[in-house]
């Protein structure tokens, strides 16, 4: 039996227009930093990046209810990351569009005085033409080589890697007017690609990954490595990993529509032990999910565990909501159900009131030291909620007599009234 959870503070405010899954982002854009290491989880301030069809662009901050800047007519936004895409070891905010525009934008954080309206005006760095119609990418270090990339998944079935090269000039004034980005790698995939996520394999080497039609998923490997880069597909319907001079080609045995929408996440931690805690290249978890509620976590070629629900997932997280060190999966469906699963297959559920549009699970910061895990949702009536009391003691079901037990004060005064616990 699953249990029901309700959530109940939220943040609400309002950004008009339609939004895409993956134009909504937690992240720290603004490079600040706490003052004390007061936080629940991190020293970093994390803030609401969301973007829309019409072209506008907006940054929520704290509890604050309306945007700390915006930006307009960029075009049809259809995705937007943060990460350190220029290898600066900072952050920087990507925005791309359906028409291949390619926006960079280096946010500063708030002074002490007031934003005046030209302070809150956000201007693009550096814009760049890109091959049209993106629509999902990623900042990661896909090939290995200590540098990131942006990676960008194509509604025609390619997906590429770009790197940012700097100019000759590399001081902060002048140096996005000097770089660029330029192609490194491409794929031509047999399937839509839905998400990207980045994986660590058995040998805890990272693995870039895409998601299939069908509950598929393939490993995309990099150039760097010897590789031609045909499209991965499976060889028999029967097949559940199909295995090629480039890689893998896994296939989820429950889902029975090849042309499902399927989206995964990486990169899920598994808990820190001893020994995980001196090496970092410990082998994480993925999980796929796909549109008529098949969810299933995997470990290398190995599924765990799968869990069938009756609605439809477009929207996969991972996130720790208990604070354990352990990462449970978040998922979501069109009419607002939301799914926490841990890593032992144990659910809670969320109902949201409303119909989501988009949906984000990550960390936020309301301007109190630090950041604290958090819901987004955004609706169809140009309101987006930022549920930021979602922590959890446990996702198991348990009783009284085994939360009393695991509490010294408990266990003491049960014995003194001569009690017996069990």
């Given at each position: 039996?699953?249990?029901?959870?309700?959530?109940?503070?939220?943040?609400?405010?309002?950004?008009?227009?339609?939004?895409?899954?993956?134009?909504?982002a937690l992240a720290d854009v603004d490079?600040?930093?706490?003052?004390?290491?007061?936080?629940?989880?991190?020293?970093?301030?994390?803030?609401?990046?969301?973007?829309?069809?019409?072209?506008?662009?907006?940054?929520?901050?704290?509890?604050?209810?309306?945007?700390?800047?915006?930006?307009?007519?960029?075009?049809?936004?259809?995705?937007?990351?943060?990460?350190?895409?220029?290898?600066?070891?900072?952050?920087?905010?990507?925005?791309?569009?359906?028409?291949?525009?390619?926006?960079?934008?280096?946010?500063?954080?708030?002074?002490?005085?007031?934003?005046?309206?030209?302070?809150?005006?956000?201007?693009?760095?550096?814009?760049?033409?890109?091959?049209?119609?993106?629509?999902?990418?990623?900042?990661?270090?896909?090939?290995?080589?200590?540098?990131?990339?942006?990676?960008?998944?194509?509604?025609?079935?390619?997906?590429?890697?770009?790197?940012?090269?700097?100019?000759?000039?590399?001081?902060?004034?002048?140096?996005?007017?000097?770089?660029?980005?330029?192609?490194?790698?491409?794929?031509?995939?047999?399937?839509?690609?839905?998400?990207?996520?980045?994986?660590?394999?058995?040998?805890?080497?990272?693995?870039?990954?895409?998601?299939?039609?069908?509950?598929?998923?393939?490993?995309?490997?990099?150039?760097?490595?010897?590789?031609?880069?045909?499209?991965?597909?499976?060889?028999?319907?029967?097949?559940?990993?199909?295995?090629?001079?480039?890689?893998?080609?896994?296939?989820?045995?429950?889902?029975?529509?090849?042309?499902?929408?399927?989206?995964?996440?990486?990169?899920?931690?598994?808990?820190?032990?001893?020994?995980?805690a001196v090496n970092d290249s410990c082998?994480?978890?993925?999980?796929?999910?796909?549109?008529?509620?098949?969810?299933?976590?995997?470990?290398?070629?190995?599924?765990?565990?799968?869990?069938?629900?009756?609605?439809?997932?477009?929207?996969?997280?991972?996130?720790?909501?208990?604070?354990?060190?352990?990462?449970?999966?978040?998922?979501?469906?069109?009419?607002?159900?939301?799914?926490?699963?841990?890593?032992?297959?144990?659910?809670?559920?969320?109902?949201?009131?409303?119909?989501?549009?988009?949906?984000?699970?990550?960390?936020?910061?309301?301007?109190?030291?630090?950041?604290?895990?958090?819901?987004?949702?955004?609706?169809?009536?140009?309101?987006?909620?930022?549920?930021?009391?979602?922590?959890?003691?446990?996702?198991?079901?348990?009783?009284?007599?085994?939360?009393?037990?695991?509490?010294?004060?408990?266990?003491?005064?049960?014995?003194?009234?001569?009690?017996?616990?069990?």
């Amino acid at each position: 039996m699953w249990r029901t959870v309700s959530f109940v503070d939220r943040i609400e405010v309002e950004f008009k227009g339609t939004l895409f899954n993956q134009a909504v982002a937690l992240a720290d854009v603004d490079n600040d930093q706490a003052r004390d290491c007061a936080g629940l989880y991190n020293n970093n301030k994390n803030e609401l990046i969301v973007g829309n069809v019409d072209g506008d662009l907006a940054i929520f901050k704290g509890s604050n209810p309306t945007s700390c800047k915006k930006s307009s007519d960029l075009g049809m936004i259809t995705c937007l990351g943060v990460g350190d895409v220029c290898n600066q070891n900072k952050n920087v905010l990507v925005t791309l569009t359906a028409e291949g525009w390619c926006y960079l934008f280096g946010v500063k954080a708030e002074g002490e005085t007031p934003l005046t309206d030209e302070d809150k005006t956000l201007k693009p760095a550096y814009k760049q033409d890109l091959p049209a119609n993106g629509k999902v990418l990623l900042i990661a270090d896909a090939d290995t080589d200590g540098k990131i990339e942006l990676i960008v998944g194509y509604s025609d079935r390619v997906v590429r890697s770009f790197r940012w090269q700097p100019g000759s000039n590399t001081s902060d004034i002048d140096y996005y007017s000097t770089g660029h980005l330029v192609s490194v790698q491409k794929w031509q995939l047999a399937g839509q690609t839905e998400s990207i996520t980045m994986n660590r394999s058995l040998n805890g080497e990272p693995q870039l990954m895409a998601s299939q039609p069908g509950g598929t998923l393939v490993i995309l490997l990099p150039h760097n490595k010897g590789n031609n880069h045909q499209p991965l597909k499976s060889k028999s319907s029967n097949s559940n990993v199909d295995s090629t001079k480039d890689g893998k080609s896994v296939r989820l045995s429950r889902a029975k529509n090849r042309d499902m929408s399927t989206v995964m996440v990486g990169n899920i931690t598994p808990g820190v032990s001893s020994d995980d805690a001196v090496n970092d290249s410990c082998q994480t978890y993925y999980a796929v999910a796909t549109l008529d509620g098949n969810l299933v976590l995997a470990e290398n070629d190995k599924i765990l565990w799968s869990l069938q629900v009756d609605h439809q997932l477009f929207s996969l997280c991972k996130l720790d909501v208990t604070g354990n060190g352990q990462e449970e999966v978040v998922c979501c469906s069109w009419d607002g159900q939301t799914y926490i699963v841990n890593q032992s297959r144990e659910v809670v559920r969320y109902l949201f009131q409303e119909h989501v549009a988009a949906f984000s699970a990550g960390f936020y910061s309301l301007g109190d030291g630090g950041n604290r895990p958090c819901f987004v949702y955004a609706t169809f009536d140009n309101t987006l909620y930022i549920y930021h009391n979602i922590n959890l003691p446990r996702v198991e079901s348990t009783n009284l007599i085994q939360v009393m037990d695991q509490i010294p004060e408990a266990r003491q005064l049960l014995q003194k009234l001569n009690i017996n616990r069990k």
